[in-house]
């Protein structure tokens, strides 16, 4: 299998010539249905952070081909995605769980960690697939505001450790805030606290990070540290309608995670997997895509003087300065659903990256609410 060299790919454009490996405007017309403007009938969606271009055409005919083998138990097709994963993160395969999309990951860990009283800390705001499925187990879940940088407050919630602590949750980049937390101080805190209780890091943006020198905390798994990373194919690879992703730990970890998978995936989506890992070209393609759509987002946010958070996933996350309630219902009005609120933040918004078409009415459509 070829492996994608994310690290060297970065190094040799620096995101600045990215279409020069590919042609646009032929991997749109193959890859997307909905590439097309939207008319003023029909709603430009913008609220869930998936990637509008895929699936690619290769993981479709990959579908397609599977589609014999939907009336057998995904069991005996999982062998080989969990060698072509262990062979992308550099680990043994018995260190690969695959799950229904990273979501049921996180539950799954949720439940194993917080199940009985167990106590897990999180940022706020954050992601919260993980907090409240734990919390309907009886986990206690304390949430540490993020800092002045809308970034973890790491010290902060290292101070929340306990003996009660079971599960300390790292989203990175962190959603809604798109913030990334500076590499050494993430490895120093994930080495420092993981004696006491396990670091679970959400890298599901991770493919959309612009330093190639950034460290994935596979690279903490590898060393035995009691680390979990979660991974998804919803996000760069176009498959959030198919339910795959993944967690990384270290076996035994592994192996008791593996108890508390319900769903588990199912035979079009690991045949989707399995060509989305070869893929090279739409992967490009869609960090390329990415990239332009939150130039056209910055360009538009600063014309409105409207402050915003550098970005280092699928969406921007912007101070709206209008009670998000009132700022998605007029965008609503104008055709355009942006993301849900994110207590306690309700000035701030977060808006998805859509096909260039889809950014561009949103991009009109907030100027006329501003105007």
Request: net charge neutral; proline share 4%; charged share 25%.
């Amino acid at each position: 299998m070829k492996n994608i060299d994310r690290r060297q790919w970065l190094k040799s454009i620096g995101l600045a010539s990215t279409m020069a490996f590919i042609n646009p405007t032929e991997l749109i017309s193959k890859n997307t249905t909905n590439s097309v403007y939207l008319p003023k009938s029909k709603l430009v969606s913008l609220t869930s952070n998936e990637n509008p271009y895929g699936p690619s055409q290769k993981v479709r005919e990959a579908i397609t081909k599977s589609f014999d083998h939907t009336c057998r138990y995904p069991f005996a097709y999982l062998k080989e995605l969990v060698k072509n994963i262990a062979e992308k993160e550099a680990v043994p395969e018995n260190c690969v769980v695959v799950t229904g999309g990273s979501t049921e990951g996180l539950k799954a860990s949720g439940l194993t960690y917080g199940l009985g009283g167990g106590e897990i800390i999180a940022a706020d705001p954050t992601f919260q697939a993980m907090l409240n499925y734990s919390e309907n187990f009886g986990a206690y879940v304390h949430r540490v505001p993020v800092d002045d940088k809308l970034e973890h407050d790491l010290e902060a919630m290292a101070d929340r450790v306990t003996s009660k602590t079971r599960l300390i949750f790292i989203c990175n980049p962190n959603n809604p805030t798109g913030t990334l937390l500076d590499k050494n101080k993430l490895k120093d805190f994930c080495n420092s606290l993981e004696d006491k209780a396990v670091i679970f890091s959400d890298e599901a943006y991770y493919d959309y990070i612009t330093d190639p020198e950034y460290p994935s905390m596979v690279e903490l798994v590898k060393e035995g540290k009691n680390v979990i990373v979660s991974k998804t194919f919803s996000k760069v690879y176009g498959l959030a309608g198919i339910r795959i992703g993944y967690l990384i730990a270290r076996p035994d970890i592994a192996e008791r995670l593996k108890r508390n998978v319900m769903a588990m995936t199912n035979v079009l989506a690991i045949a989707a997997a399995n060509e989305a890992l070869k893929d090279d070209e739409f992967y490009k393609f869609s960090i390329s895509k990415n990239q332009e759509a939150k130039s056209l987002i910055y360009k538009t946010l600063d014309s409105l003087k409207l402050s915003y958070m550098e970005s280092h996933t699928n969406f921007v996350f912007f101070q709206s300065n209008k009670h998000i309630s009132d700022l998605s219902a007029k965008m609503m009005n104008e055709g355009v659903a942006i993301g849900r609120p994110f207590p306690p933040m309700y000035d701030w918004a977060r808006i998805s990256t859509g096909t260039i078409e889809e950014v561009n009415a949103f991009c009109k459509a907030i100027e006329r609410v501003y105007a």
